[in-house]
């Protein structure tokens, strides 16, 4: 009644939020480079009517931290052993693709990028974690929207064949679990980043360069980023039997849940589902692009993208081996309801049962069973191995006048949350692993800012760049290493 033997426990992170050393080594900027917080409607780029291109112009005004983030780059091996002394077995970071092909499109790779990475995954198994490696994680290089439009062009599928080929050679032997591109189906309500897709064809309004972007490039964007995940799995098990090849994203809309039994609040909540998570999940796990898709083309024939049916038998025929995904919260749809959303998922009208909620000012209500529902759901639809490879919370906090954190509201979170993927198990749902998300303090993709915290270690830096970068071990980090030793056995006693 446990959890499996074979549980993967650890933590996540990303390359463009803890690294650092953004233009060191050859690499060039990547999309989040030129920005504070993905939520930001201002990017640094700026149109230029000589070239009638986009060009990279940072504001000078604003504090970019994940230009040096936590000085990862210098400092894995230390992070590392920290990981592992909470008996992580499996640790998620991601390539920056940049540090590989610095603009993308070159025919070469970049030796510093690619040794970087080799000595990474050296380190990680040598501290006796597997590495669960995402190619794409909101890090495709800047030049690629700027002087290509991004993934609406289907040049990028042949960049991005080139990238996924020069790591899946290298690095065979060293990395088992891969995942394509981190939340991409986020590309709907934020194209610039989650899609990387830039309009440069005569953009709408070249001073917003994000709602520049028109549907008909994201929807184009999306085709050709079903035809490069296809590649992406037929390669992986060309060059490597032992490859598992995963999609990521985003599902805390699953947990979409009707207001009331008002049928149009039920539809309402379908059709969430379906334009937050399943547009994407379906071509990936089922290899077909679903009708609910097709009618948004039929009843707008300007929005059709331009496919091939190569293109369509390989996303049929190359699906993933596994499913991974980030959870956070949940959400309530009513029609009188504006439903918005960021980097936690869907936000609709407060669901009244639930309790509690993060301090302010991030407020994400917290939904346990949610965790249970989406696990069960996705498992029904799809049938494929179930991995969570971030959930989490972020908090504001500082050590008190001992230097210490005594942070109860992120344990109560985590085994709230743990005890639910638990009863999943039970509901018959093949769970692979758990990662909570942000085991260190990172740079928060969604605000730009080190003062939302999710680690179980302590990073001393803060949102004017002040700070020693010092670690330091809050009191989360010992409960998560005693569930860990457990097996989550800890949780289940009575």
Not at 54 to 66: C, R
Not at 136 to 165: D, M, Q
Not at 312 to 332: C, G, H, K, P, W
Request: proline share 6%.
């Amino acid at each position: 009644m446990s959890f499996p033997k074979n549980f993967l426990w650890g933590g996540a992170v990303a390359a463009n939020q803890l690294e650092g050393a953004w233009l060191e080594d050859g690499k060039q900027p990547n999309v989040t480079d030129i920005m504070v917080g993905i939520g930001s409607r201002h990017p640094g780029i700026a149109w230029n009517e000589e070239t009638g291109k986009y060009e990279m112009k940072l504001d000078p005004e604003l504090k970019y931290l994940s230009h040096e983030g936590i000085d990862f780059y210098h400092r894995y091996k230390e992070d590392l052993k920290l990981m592992a002394g909470m008996g992580f077995n499996c640790f998620r970071t991601s390539i920056a693709w940049g540090r590989i092909f610095p603009n993308g499109d070159e025919e070469e790779p970049n030796e510093a990028g690619l040794k970087f990475y080799d000595d990474l995954f050296d380190e990680m198994k040598k501290d006796g974690m597997e590495p669960v490696i995402t190619l794409s994680h909101y890090e495709t290089p800047l030049h690629l929207l700027t002087e290509y439009g991004g993934w609406a062009n289907p040049k990028l599928i042949g960049y991005w064949r080139n990238y996924v080929t020069t790591v899946f050679n290298r690095y065979k032997g060293k990395v088992k679990y891969w995942l394509t591109f981190n939340e991409v189906n986020a590309m709907l309500r934020n194209p610039f980043v989650a899609g990387s897709v830039l309009t440069i064809d005569n953009p709408k309004d070249p001073s917003d360069p994000i709602g520049s972007t028109t549907e008909k490039d994201i929807w184009q964007g999306y085709y050709n980023i079903l035809v490069a995940n296809a590649e992406t799995v037929k390669l992986g098990h060309e060059i490597s039997p032992d490859y598992q090849i995963g999609c990521m994203l985003t599902c805390s809309g699953v947990a979409t849940y009707p207001y009331n039994c008002n049928p149009l609040n039920v539809l309402g909540a379908l059709h969430t589902q379906r334009m937050a998570v399943f547009f994407m999940g379906d071509p990936f796990c089922l290899g077909e692009i679903p009708g609910y898709v097709k009618r948004i083309w039929n009843e707008n024939p300007d929005l059709t993208p331009e496919m091939s049916e190569e293109g369509l038998q390989l996303i049929r025929e190359n699906t993933v081996d596994f499913f991974s995904f980030s959870y956070y919260r949940s959400a309530a749809f009513d029609t009188d309801a504006e439903m918005t959303s960021n980097t936690g998922g869907i936000k609709g009208k407060e669901n009244p049962f639930l309790k509690e909620s993060s301090p302010k000012p991030w407020s994400w209500a917290v939904d346990p069973e949610g965790i249970r529902y989406t696990l069960n759901t996705l498992y029904d639809r799809y049938r494929k191995p179930l991995f969570i490879v971030e959930n989490g919370i972020g908090l504001d906090e500082a050590p008190d006048e001992n230097g210490k954190i005594d942070d109860p509201f992120r344990v109560r979170y985590l085994e709230a949350h743990l005890k639910q993927v638990h009863e999943a198990i039970l509901d018959g749902v093949p769970v692979m692993g758990y990662l909570w998300w942000g085991p260190i303090d990172v740079v928060s993709a969604g605000t730009g800012e080190m003062k939302k915290r999710y680690g179980f270690v302590y990073v001393d830096r803060h949102n004017d760049g002040s700070g020693t970068l010092q670690r330091s071990l809050k009191n989360s980090y010992d409960r998560y290493k005693e569930i860990i030793a457990s097996n989550g056995e800890i949780l289940l006693e009575k």
